[in-house]
């Protein structure tokens, strides 16, 4: 799969359509977002050579996101390129400024969720540092976000991290959180 790209507030998953649509990319699935029962949102396209795109709306938070699928990284390139410069999604860097600018905590949140969504299939520094800050926030929102953004990045690196979360977070929906978090982490690895 190709690094998720992160749509900017007013692109949403009809912008998406609208860009398939224009492009004759064929539609083969499309799931609605459910929030109540936790279903992502879903709409994938068949593309030539093998490839899917889709685009998916987080069931939690509804922030739409695109990624390629297909035999080898090189074959999704020029469509990754193409959708990027129709929809203009978040660049990484621009949300580490997003990130590092602010103070606020709810914007402190709101970067890190999309830094997470955002973050590259391979470790990435910047990510791992903002992400990792969050968790260690004096913003109770913020650790709690911090905690469920590394679920999409998906870093072993952050287990210490959510390890001293669980043993120790001084509020408990946040540690229930970072348990939960942790038992997916062993699951997806199959220590489980």
């Known amino acids: 799969m190709s690094d998720r790209h992160v749509l900017r507030p007013g692109v949403g998953k009809f912008a998406v359509r609208e860009f398939a649509q224009l492009l004759r ?8 977002r459910n929030e109540d029962e936790g279903v992502d949102g879903l709409t994938e396209w068949e593309l030539p050579g ?7 709306e987080d069931a939690d938070f509804g922030i ?14 020029p469509f990754v390129a193409q959708v990027d410069a129709a929809l203009n999604p978040w ?3 621009e949300l580490f400024k997003k990130y590092d600018k602010t103070q606020d905590g709810q914007e402190i949140a709101e970067a890190t969720l999309l830094i997470g969504i955002a973050a590259p299939n391979d470790f990435h520094d910047g990510v791992f540092a903002r992400i990792s800050a969050s968790l260690e926030s004096d913003n109770e929102n913020v650790r709690w976000i911090g905690v469920w953004s590394t679920t999409y990045a998906g870093y ?11 043993a120790s977070d001084p ?7 970072a348990e ?4 997916a982490f062993a699951e997806v690895d199959g220590e489980q």
């Open 156 to 166: 072993e690196e952050f287990l210490p991290g959510i390890r001293r979360m669980c």
């Open 64 to 77: 739409p996101y695109f990624a390629f699928t297909g035999l080898h990284r090189h074959a999704v390139a």
């Open 171 to 177: 509020v408990d929906w946040v540690r229930k959180r």
């Open 91 to 93: 660049k990484l860097e």
């Open 180 to 183: 939960t978090v942790l038992a």
């Open 25 to 32: 990319w064929p539609m083969v699935e499309d799931i609605p």
């Open 50 to 56: 093998e490839t899917s795109f889709f685009c998916c």
